[in-house]
């Protein structure tokens, strides 16, 4: 992706007449001490994984700088399973420099840019963590809330038991009206991973369903072997992320093993073609 607006604001400031004091980057390394601090003002475990995240690579994060400090730090991760949709990576203002506009600053900016990039629409993730009686995160789904992101799905006890994920829907395109395609296809579970970010929980992998490959399979047997592993190996809960139009058989045989539908992704894959999360939580 080209940030051709993040470099103008850094070339000049909005009149065009000399360097801004206020402008926005590209991350380097240089700066990832920095902005890990930055993060774990605010959250310990966000910081934790951004560093690991940083030491494989710092494609898509930006910097804000205001009078030669940085303040602030967002980026966007692309989706690896469509081409047109992205995810708001990390993203804080220094404490200290709150309430000054910086974060509608950054993300405006980074939207626009996603836009130009041809993205379609950006999910935003985040949890109800709570310390000291208050919601940590709070201020950011208010600010997510005045962007007009909406929130599409909420997964109990994802992070952690009792602390759930909330994911956010933000349109960059207007939407395309379109009639959700017919359940033609089936998909077949082939494996489990682990839930990004999540203590000891689990996803069902899956590929779609190839009648010459894999007619002498029982799909119903297979996702019993998973779910047991999964269950011997002490998964908190048991998820399955799939598409809408290849949904129909895996939905029969999530319902049969008590799953529940907790939510879906609007328009993931395609306009029109929902992510369904299925869940059971093995703890209870």
């Known amino acids: 992706m080209i940030f051709s607006l993040f470099k103008k604001k850094h070339d000049q400031n909005e009149e065009g007449d000399a360097p801004s004091q206020r402008f926005v980057r590209p991350m380097e390394p240089a700066d990832i001490t920095h902005v890990l601090e930055l993060i774990e003002e605010h959250d310990e475990d966000d910081a934790n994984e951004a560093g690991a995240c940083f030491d494989d690579t710092l494609q898509g994060m930006f910097v804000a700088i205001d009078d030669g400090k940085i303040v602030g730090v967002t980026g966007a991760d692309a989706e690896p399973e469509t081409s047109d949709i992205a995810w708001l990576s990390w993203t804080y203002v220094e404490k200290s420099s709150q309430r000054q506009g910086i974060g509608r600053y950054l993300v405006n900016g980074l939207i626009g840019e996603l836009k130009n990039a041809g993205i379609r629409k950006v999910f935003i993730s985040t949890g109800d963590y709570v310390e000291d009686g208050e919601d940590i995160y709070a201020a950011a789904k208010a600010f997510y809330y005045d962007l007009g992101a909406r929130l599409e799905m909420k997964i109990d006890d994802y992070y952690a038991k009792g602390e759930a994920r909330y994911i956010y ?107 369904l999360f299925w869940q059971i939580i093995t703890d209870k």
């Not at 009639?179 to 489990?192: K, M, T, V």
């Not at 369903?209 to 999964?230: F, H, R």
């Not at 048991?238 to 290849?246: E, T």
């Open 169 to 275: 829907g933000l349109d960059i395109e207007e939407p395309v009206n379109v009639e959700p395609p017919a359940q033609s296809g089936n998909l077949i579970f082939d494996g489990l991973e682990e839930a990004d970010e999540s203590a000891d929980g689990v996803l069902l992998s899956w590929r779609e369903y190839n009648p010459q490959e894999d007619s002498a399979m029982d799909p119903a047997q297979k996702l019993t072997e998973y779910l047991d592993q999964a269950r011997l190996e002490k998964a908190r809960f048991i998820g399955a992320a799939i598409p809408f139009d290849l949904s129909e058989g895996a939905i029969k045989g999530l319902k049969k093993k008590g799953f529940v539908q907790v939510g879906e992704l609007k328009d993931y894959y395609a306009p029109g073609i929902a992510q």
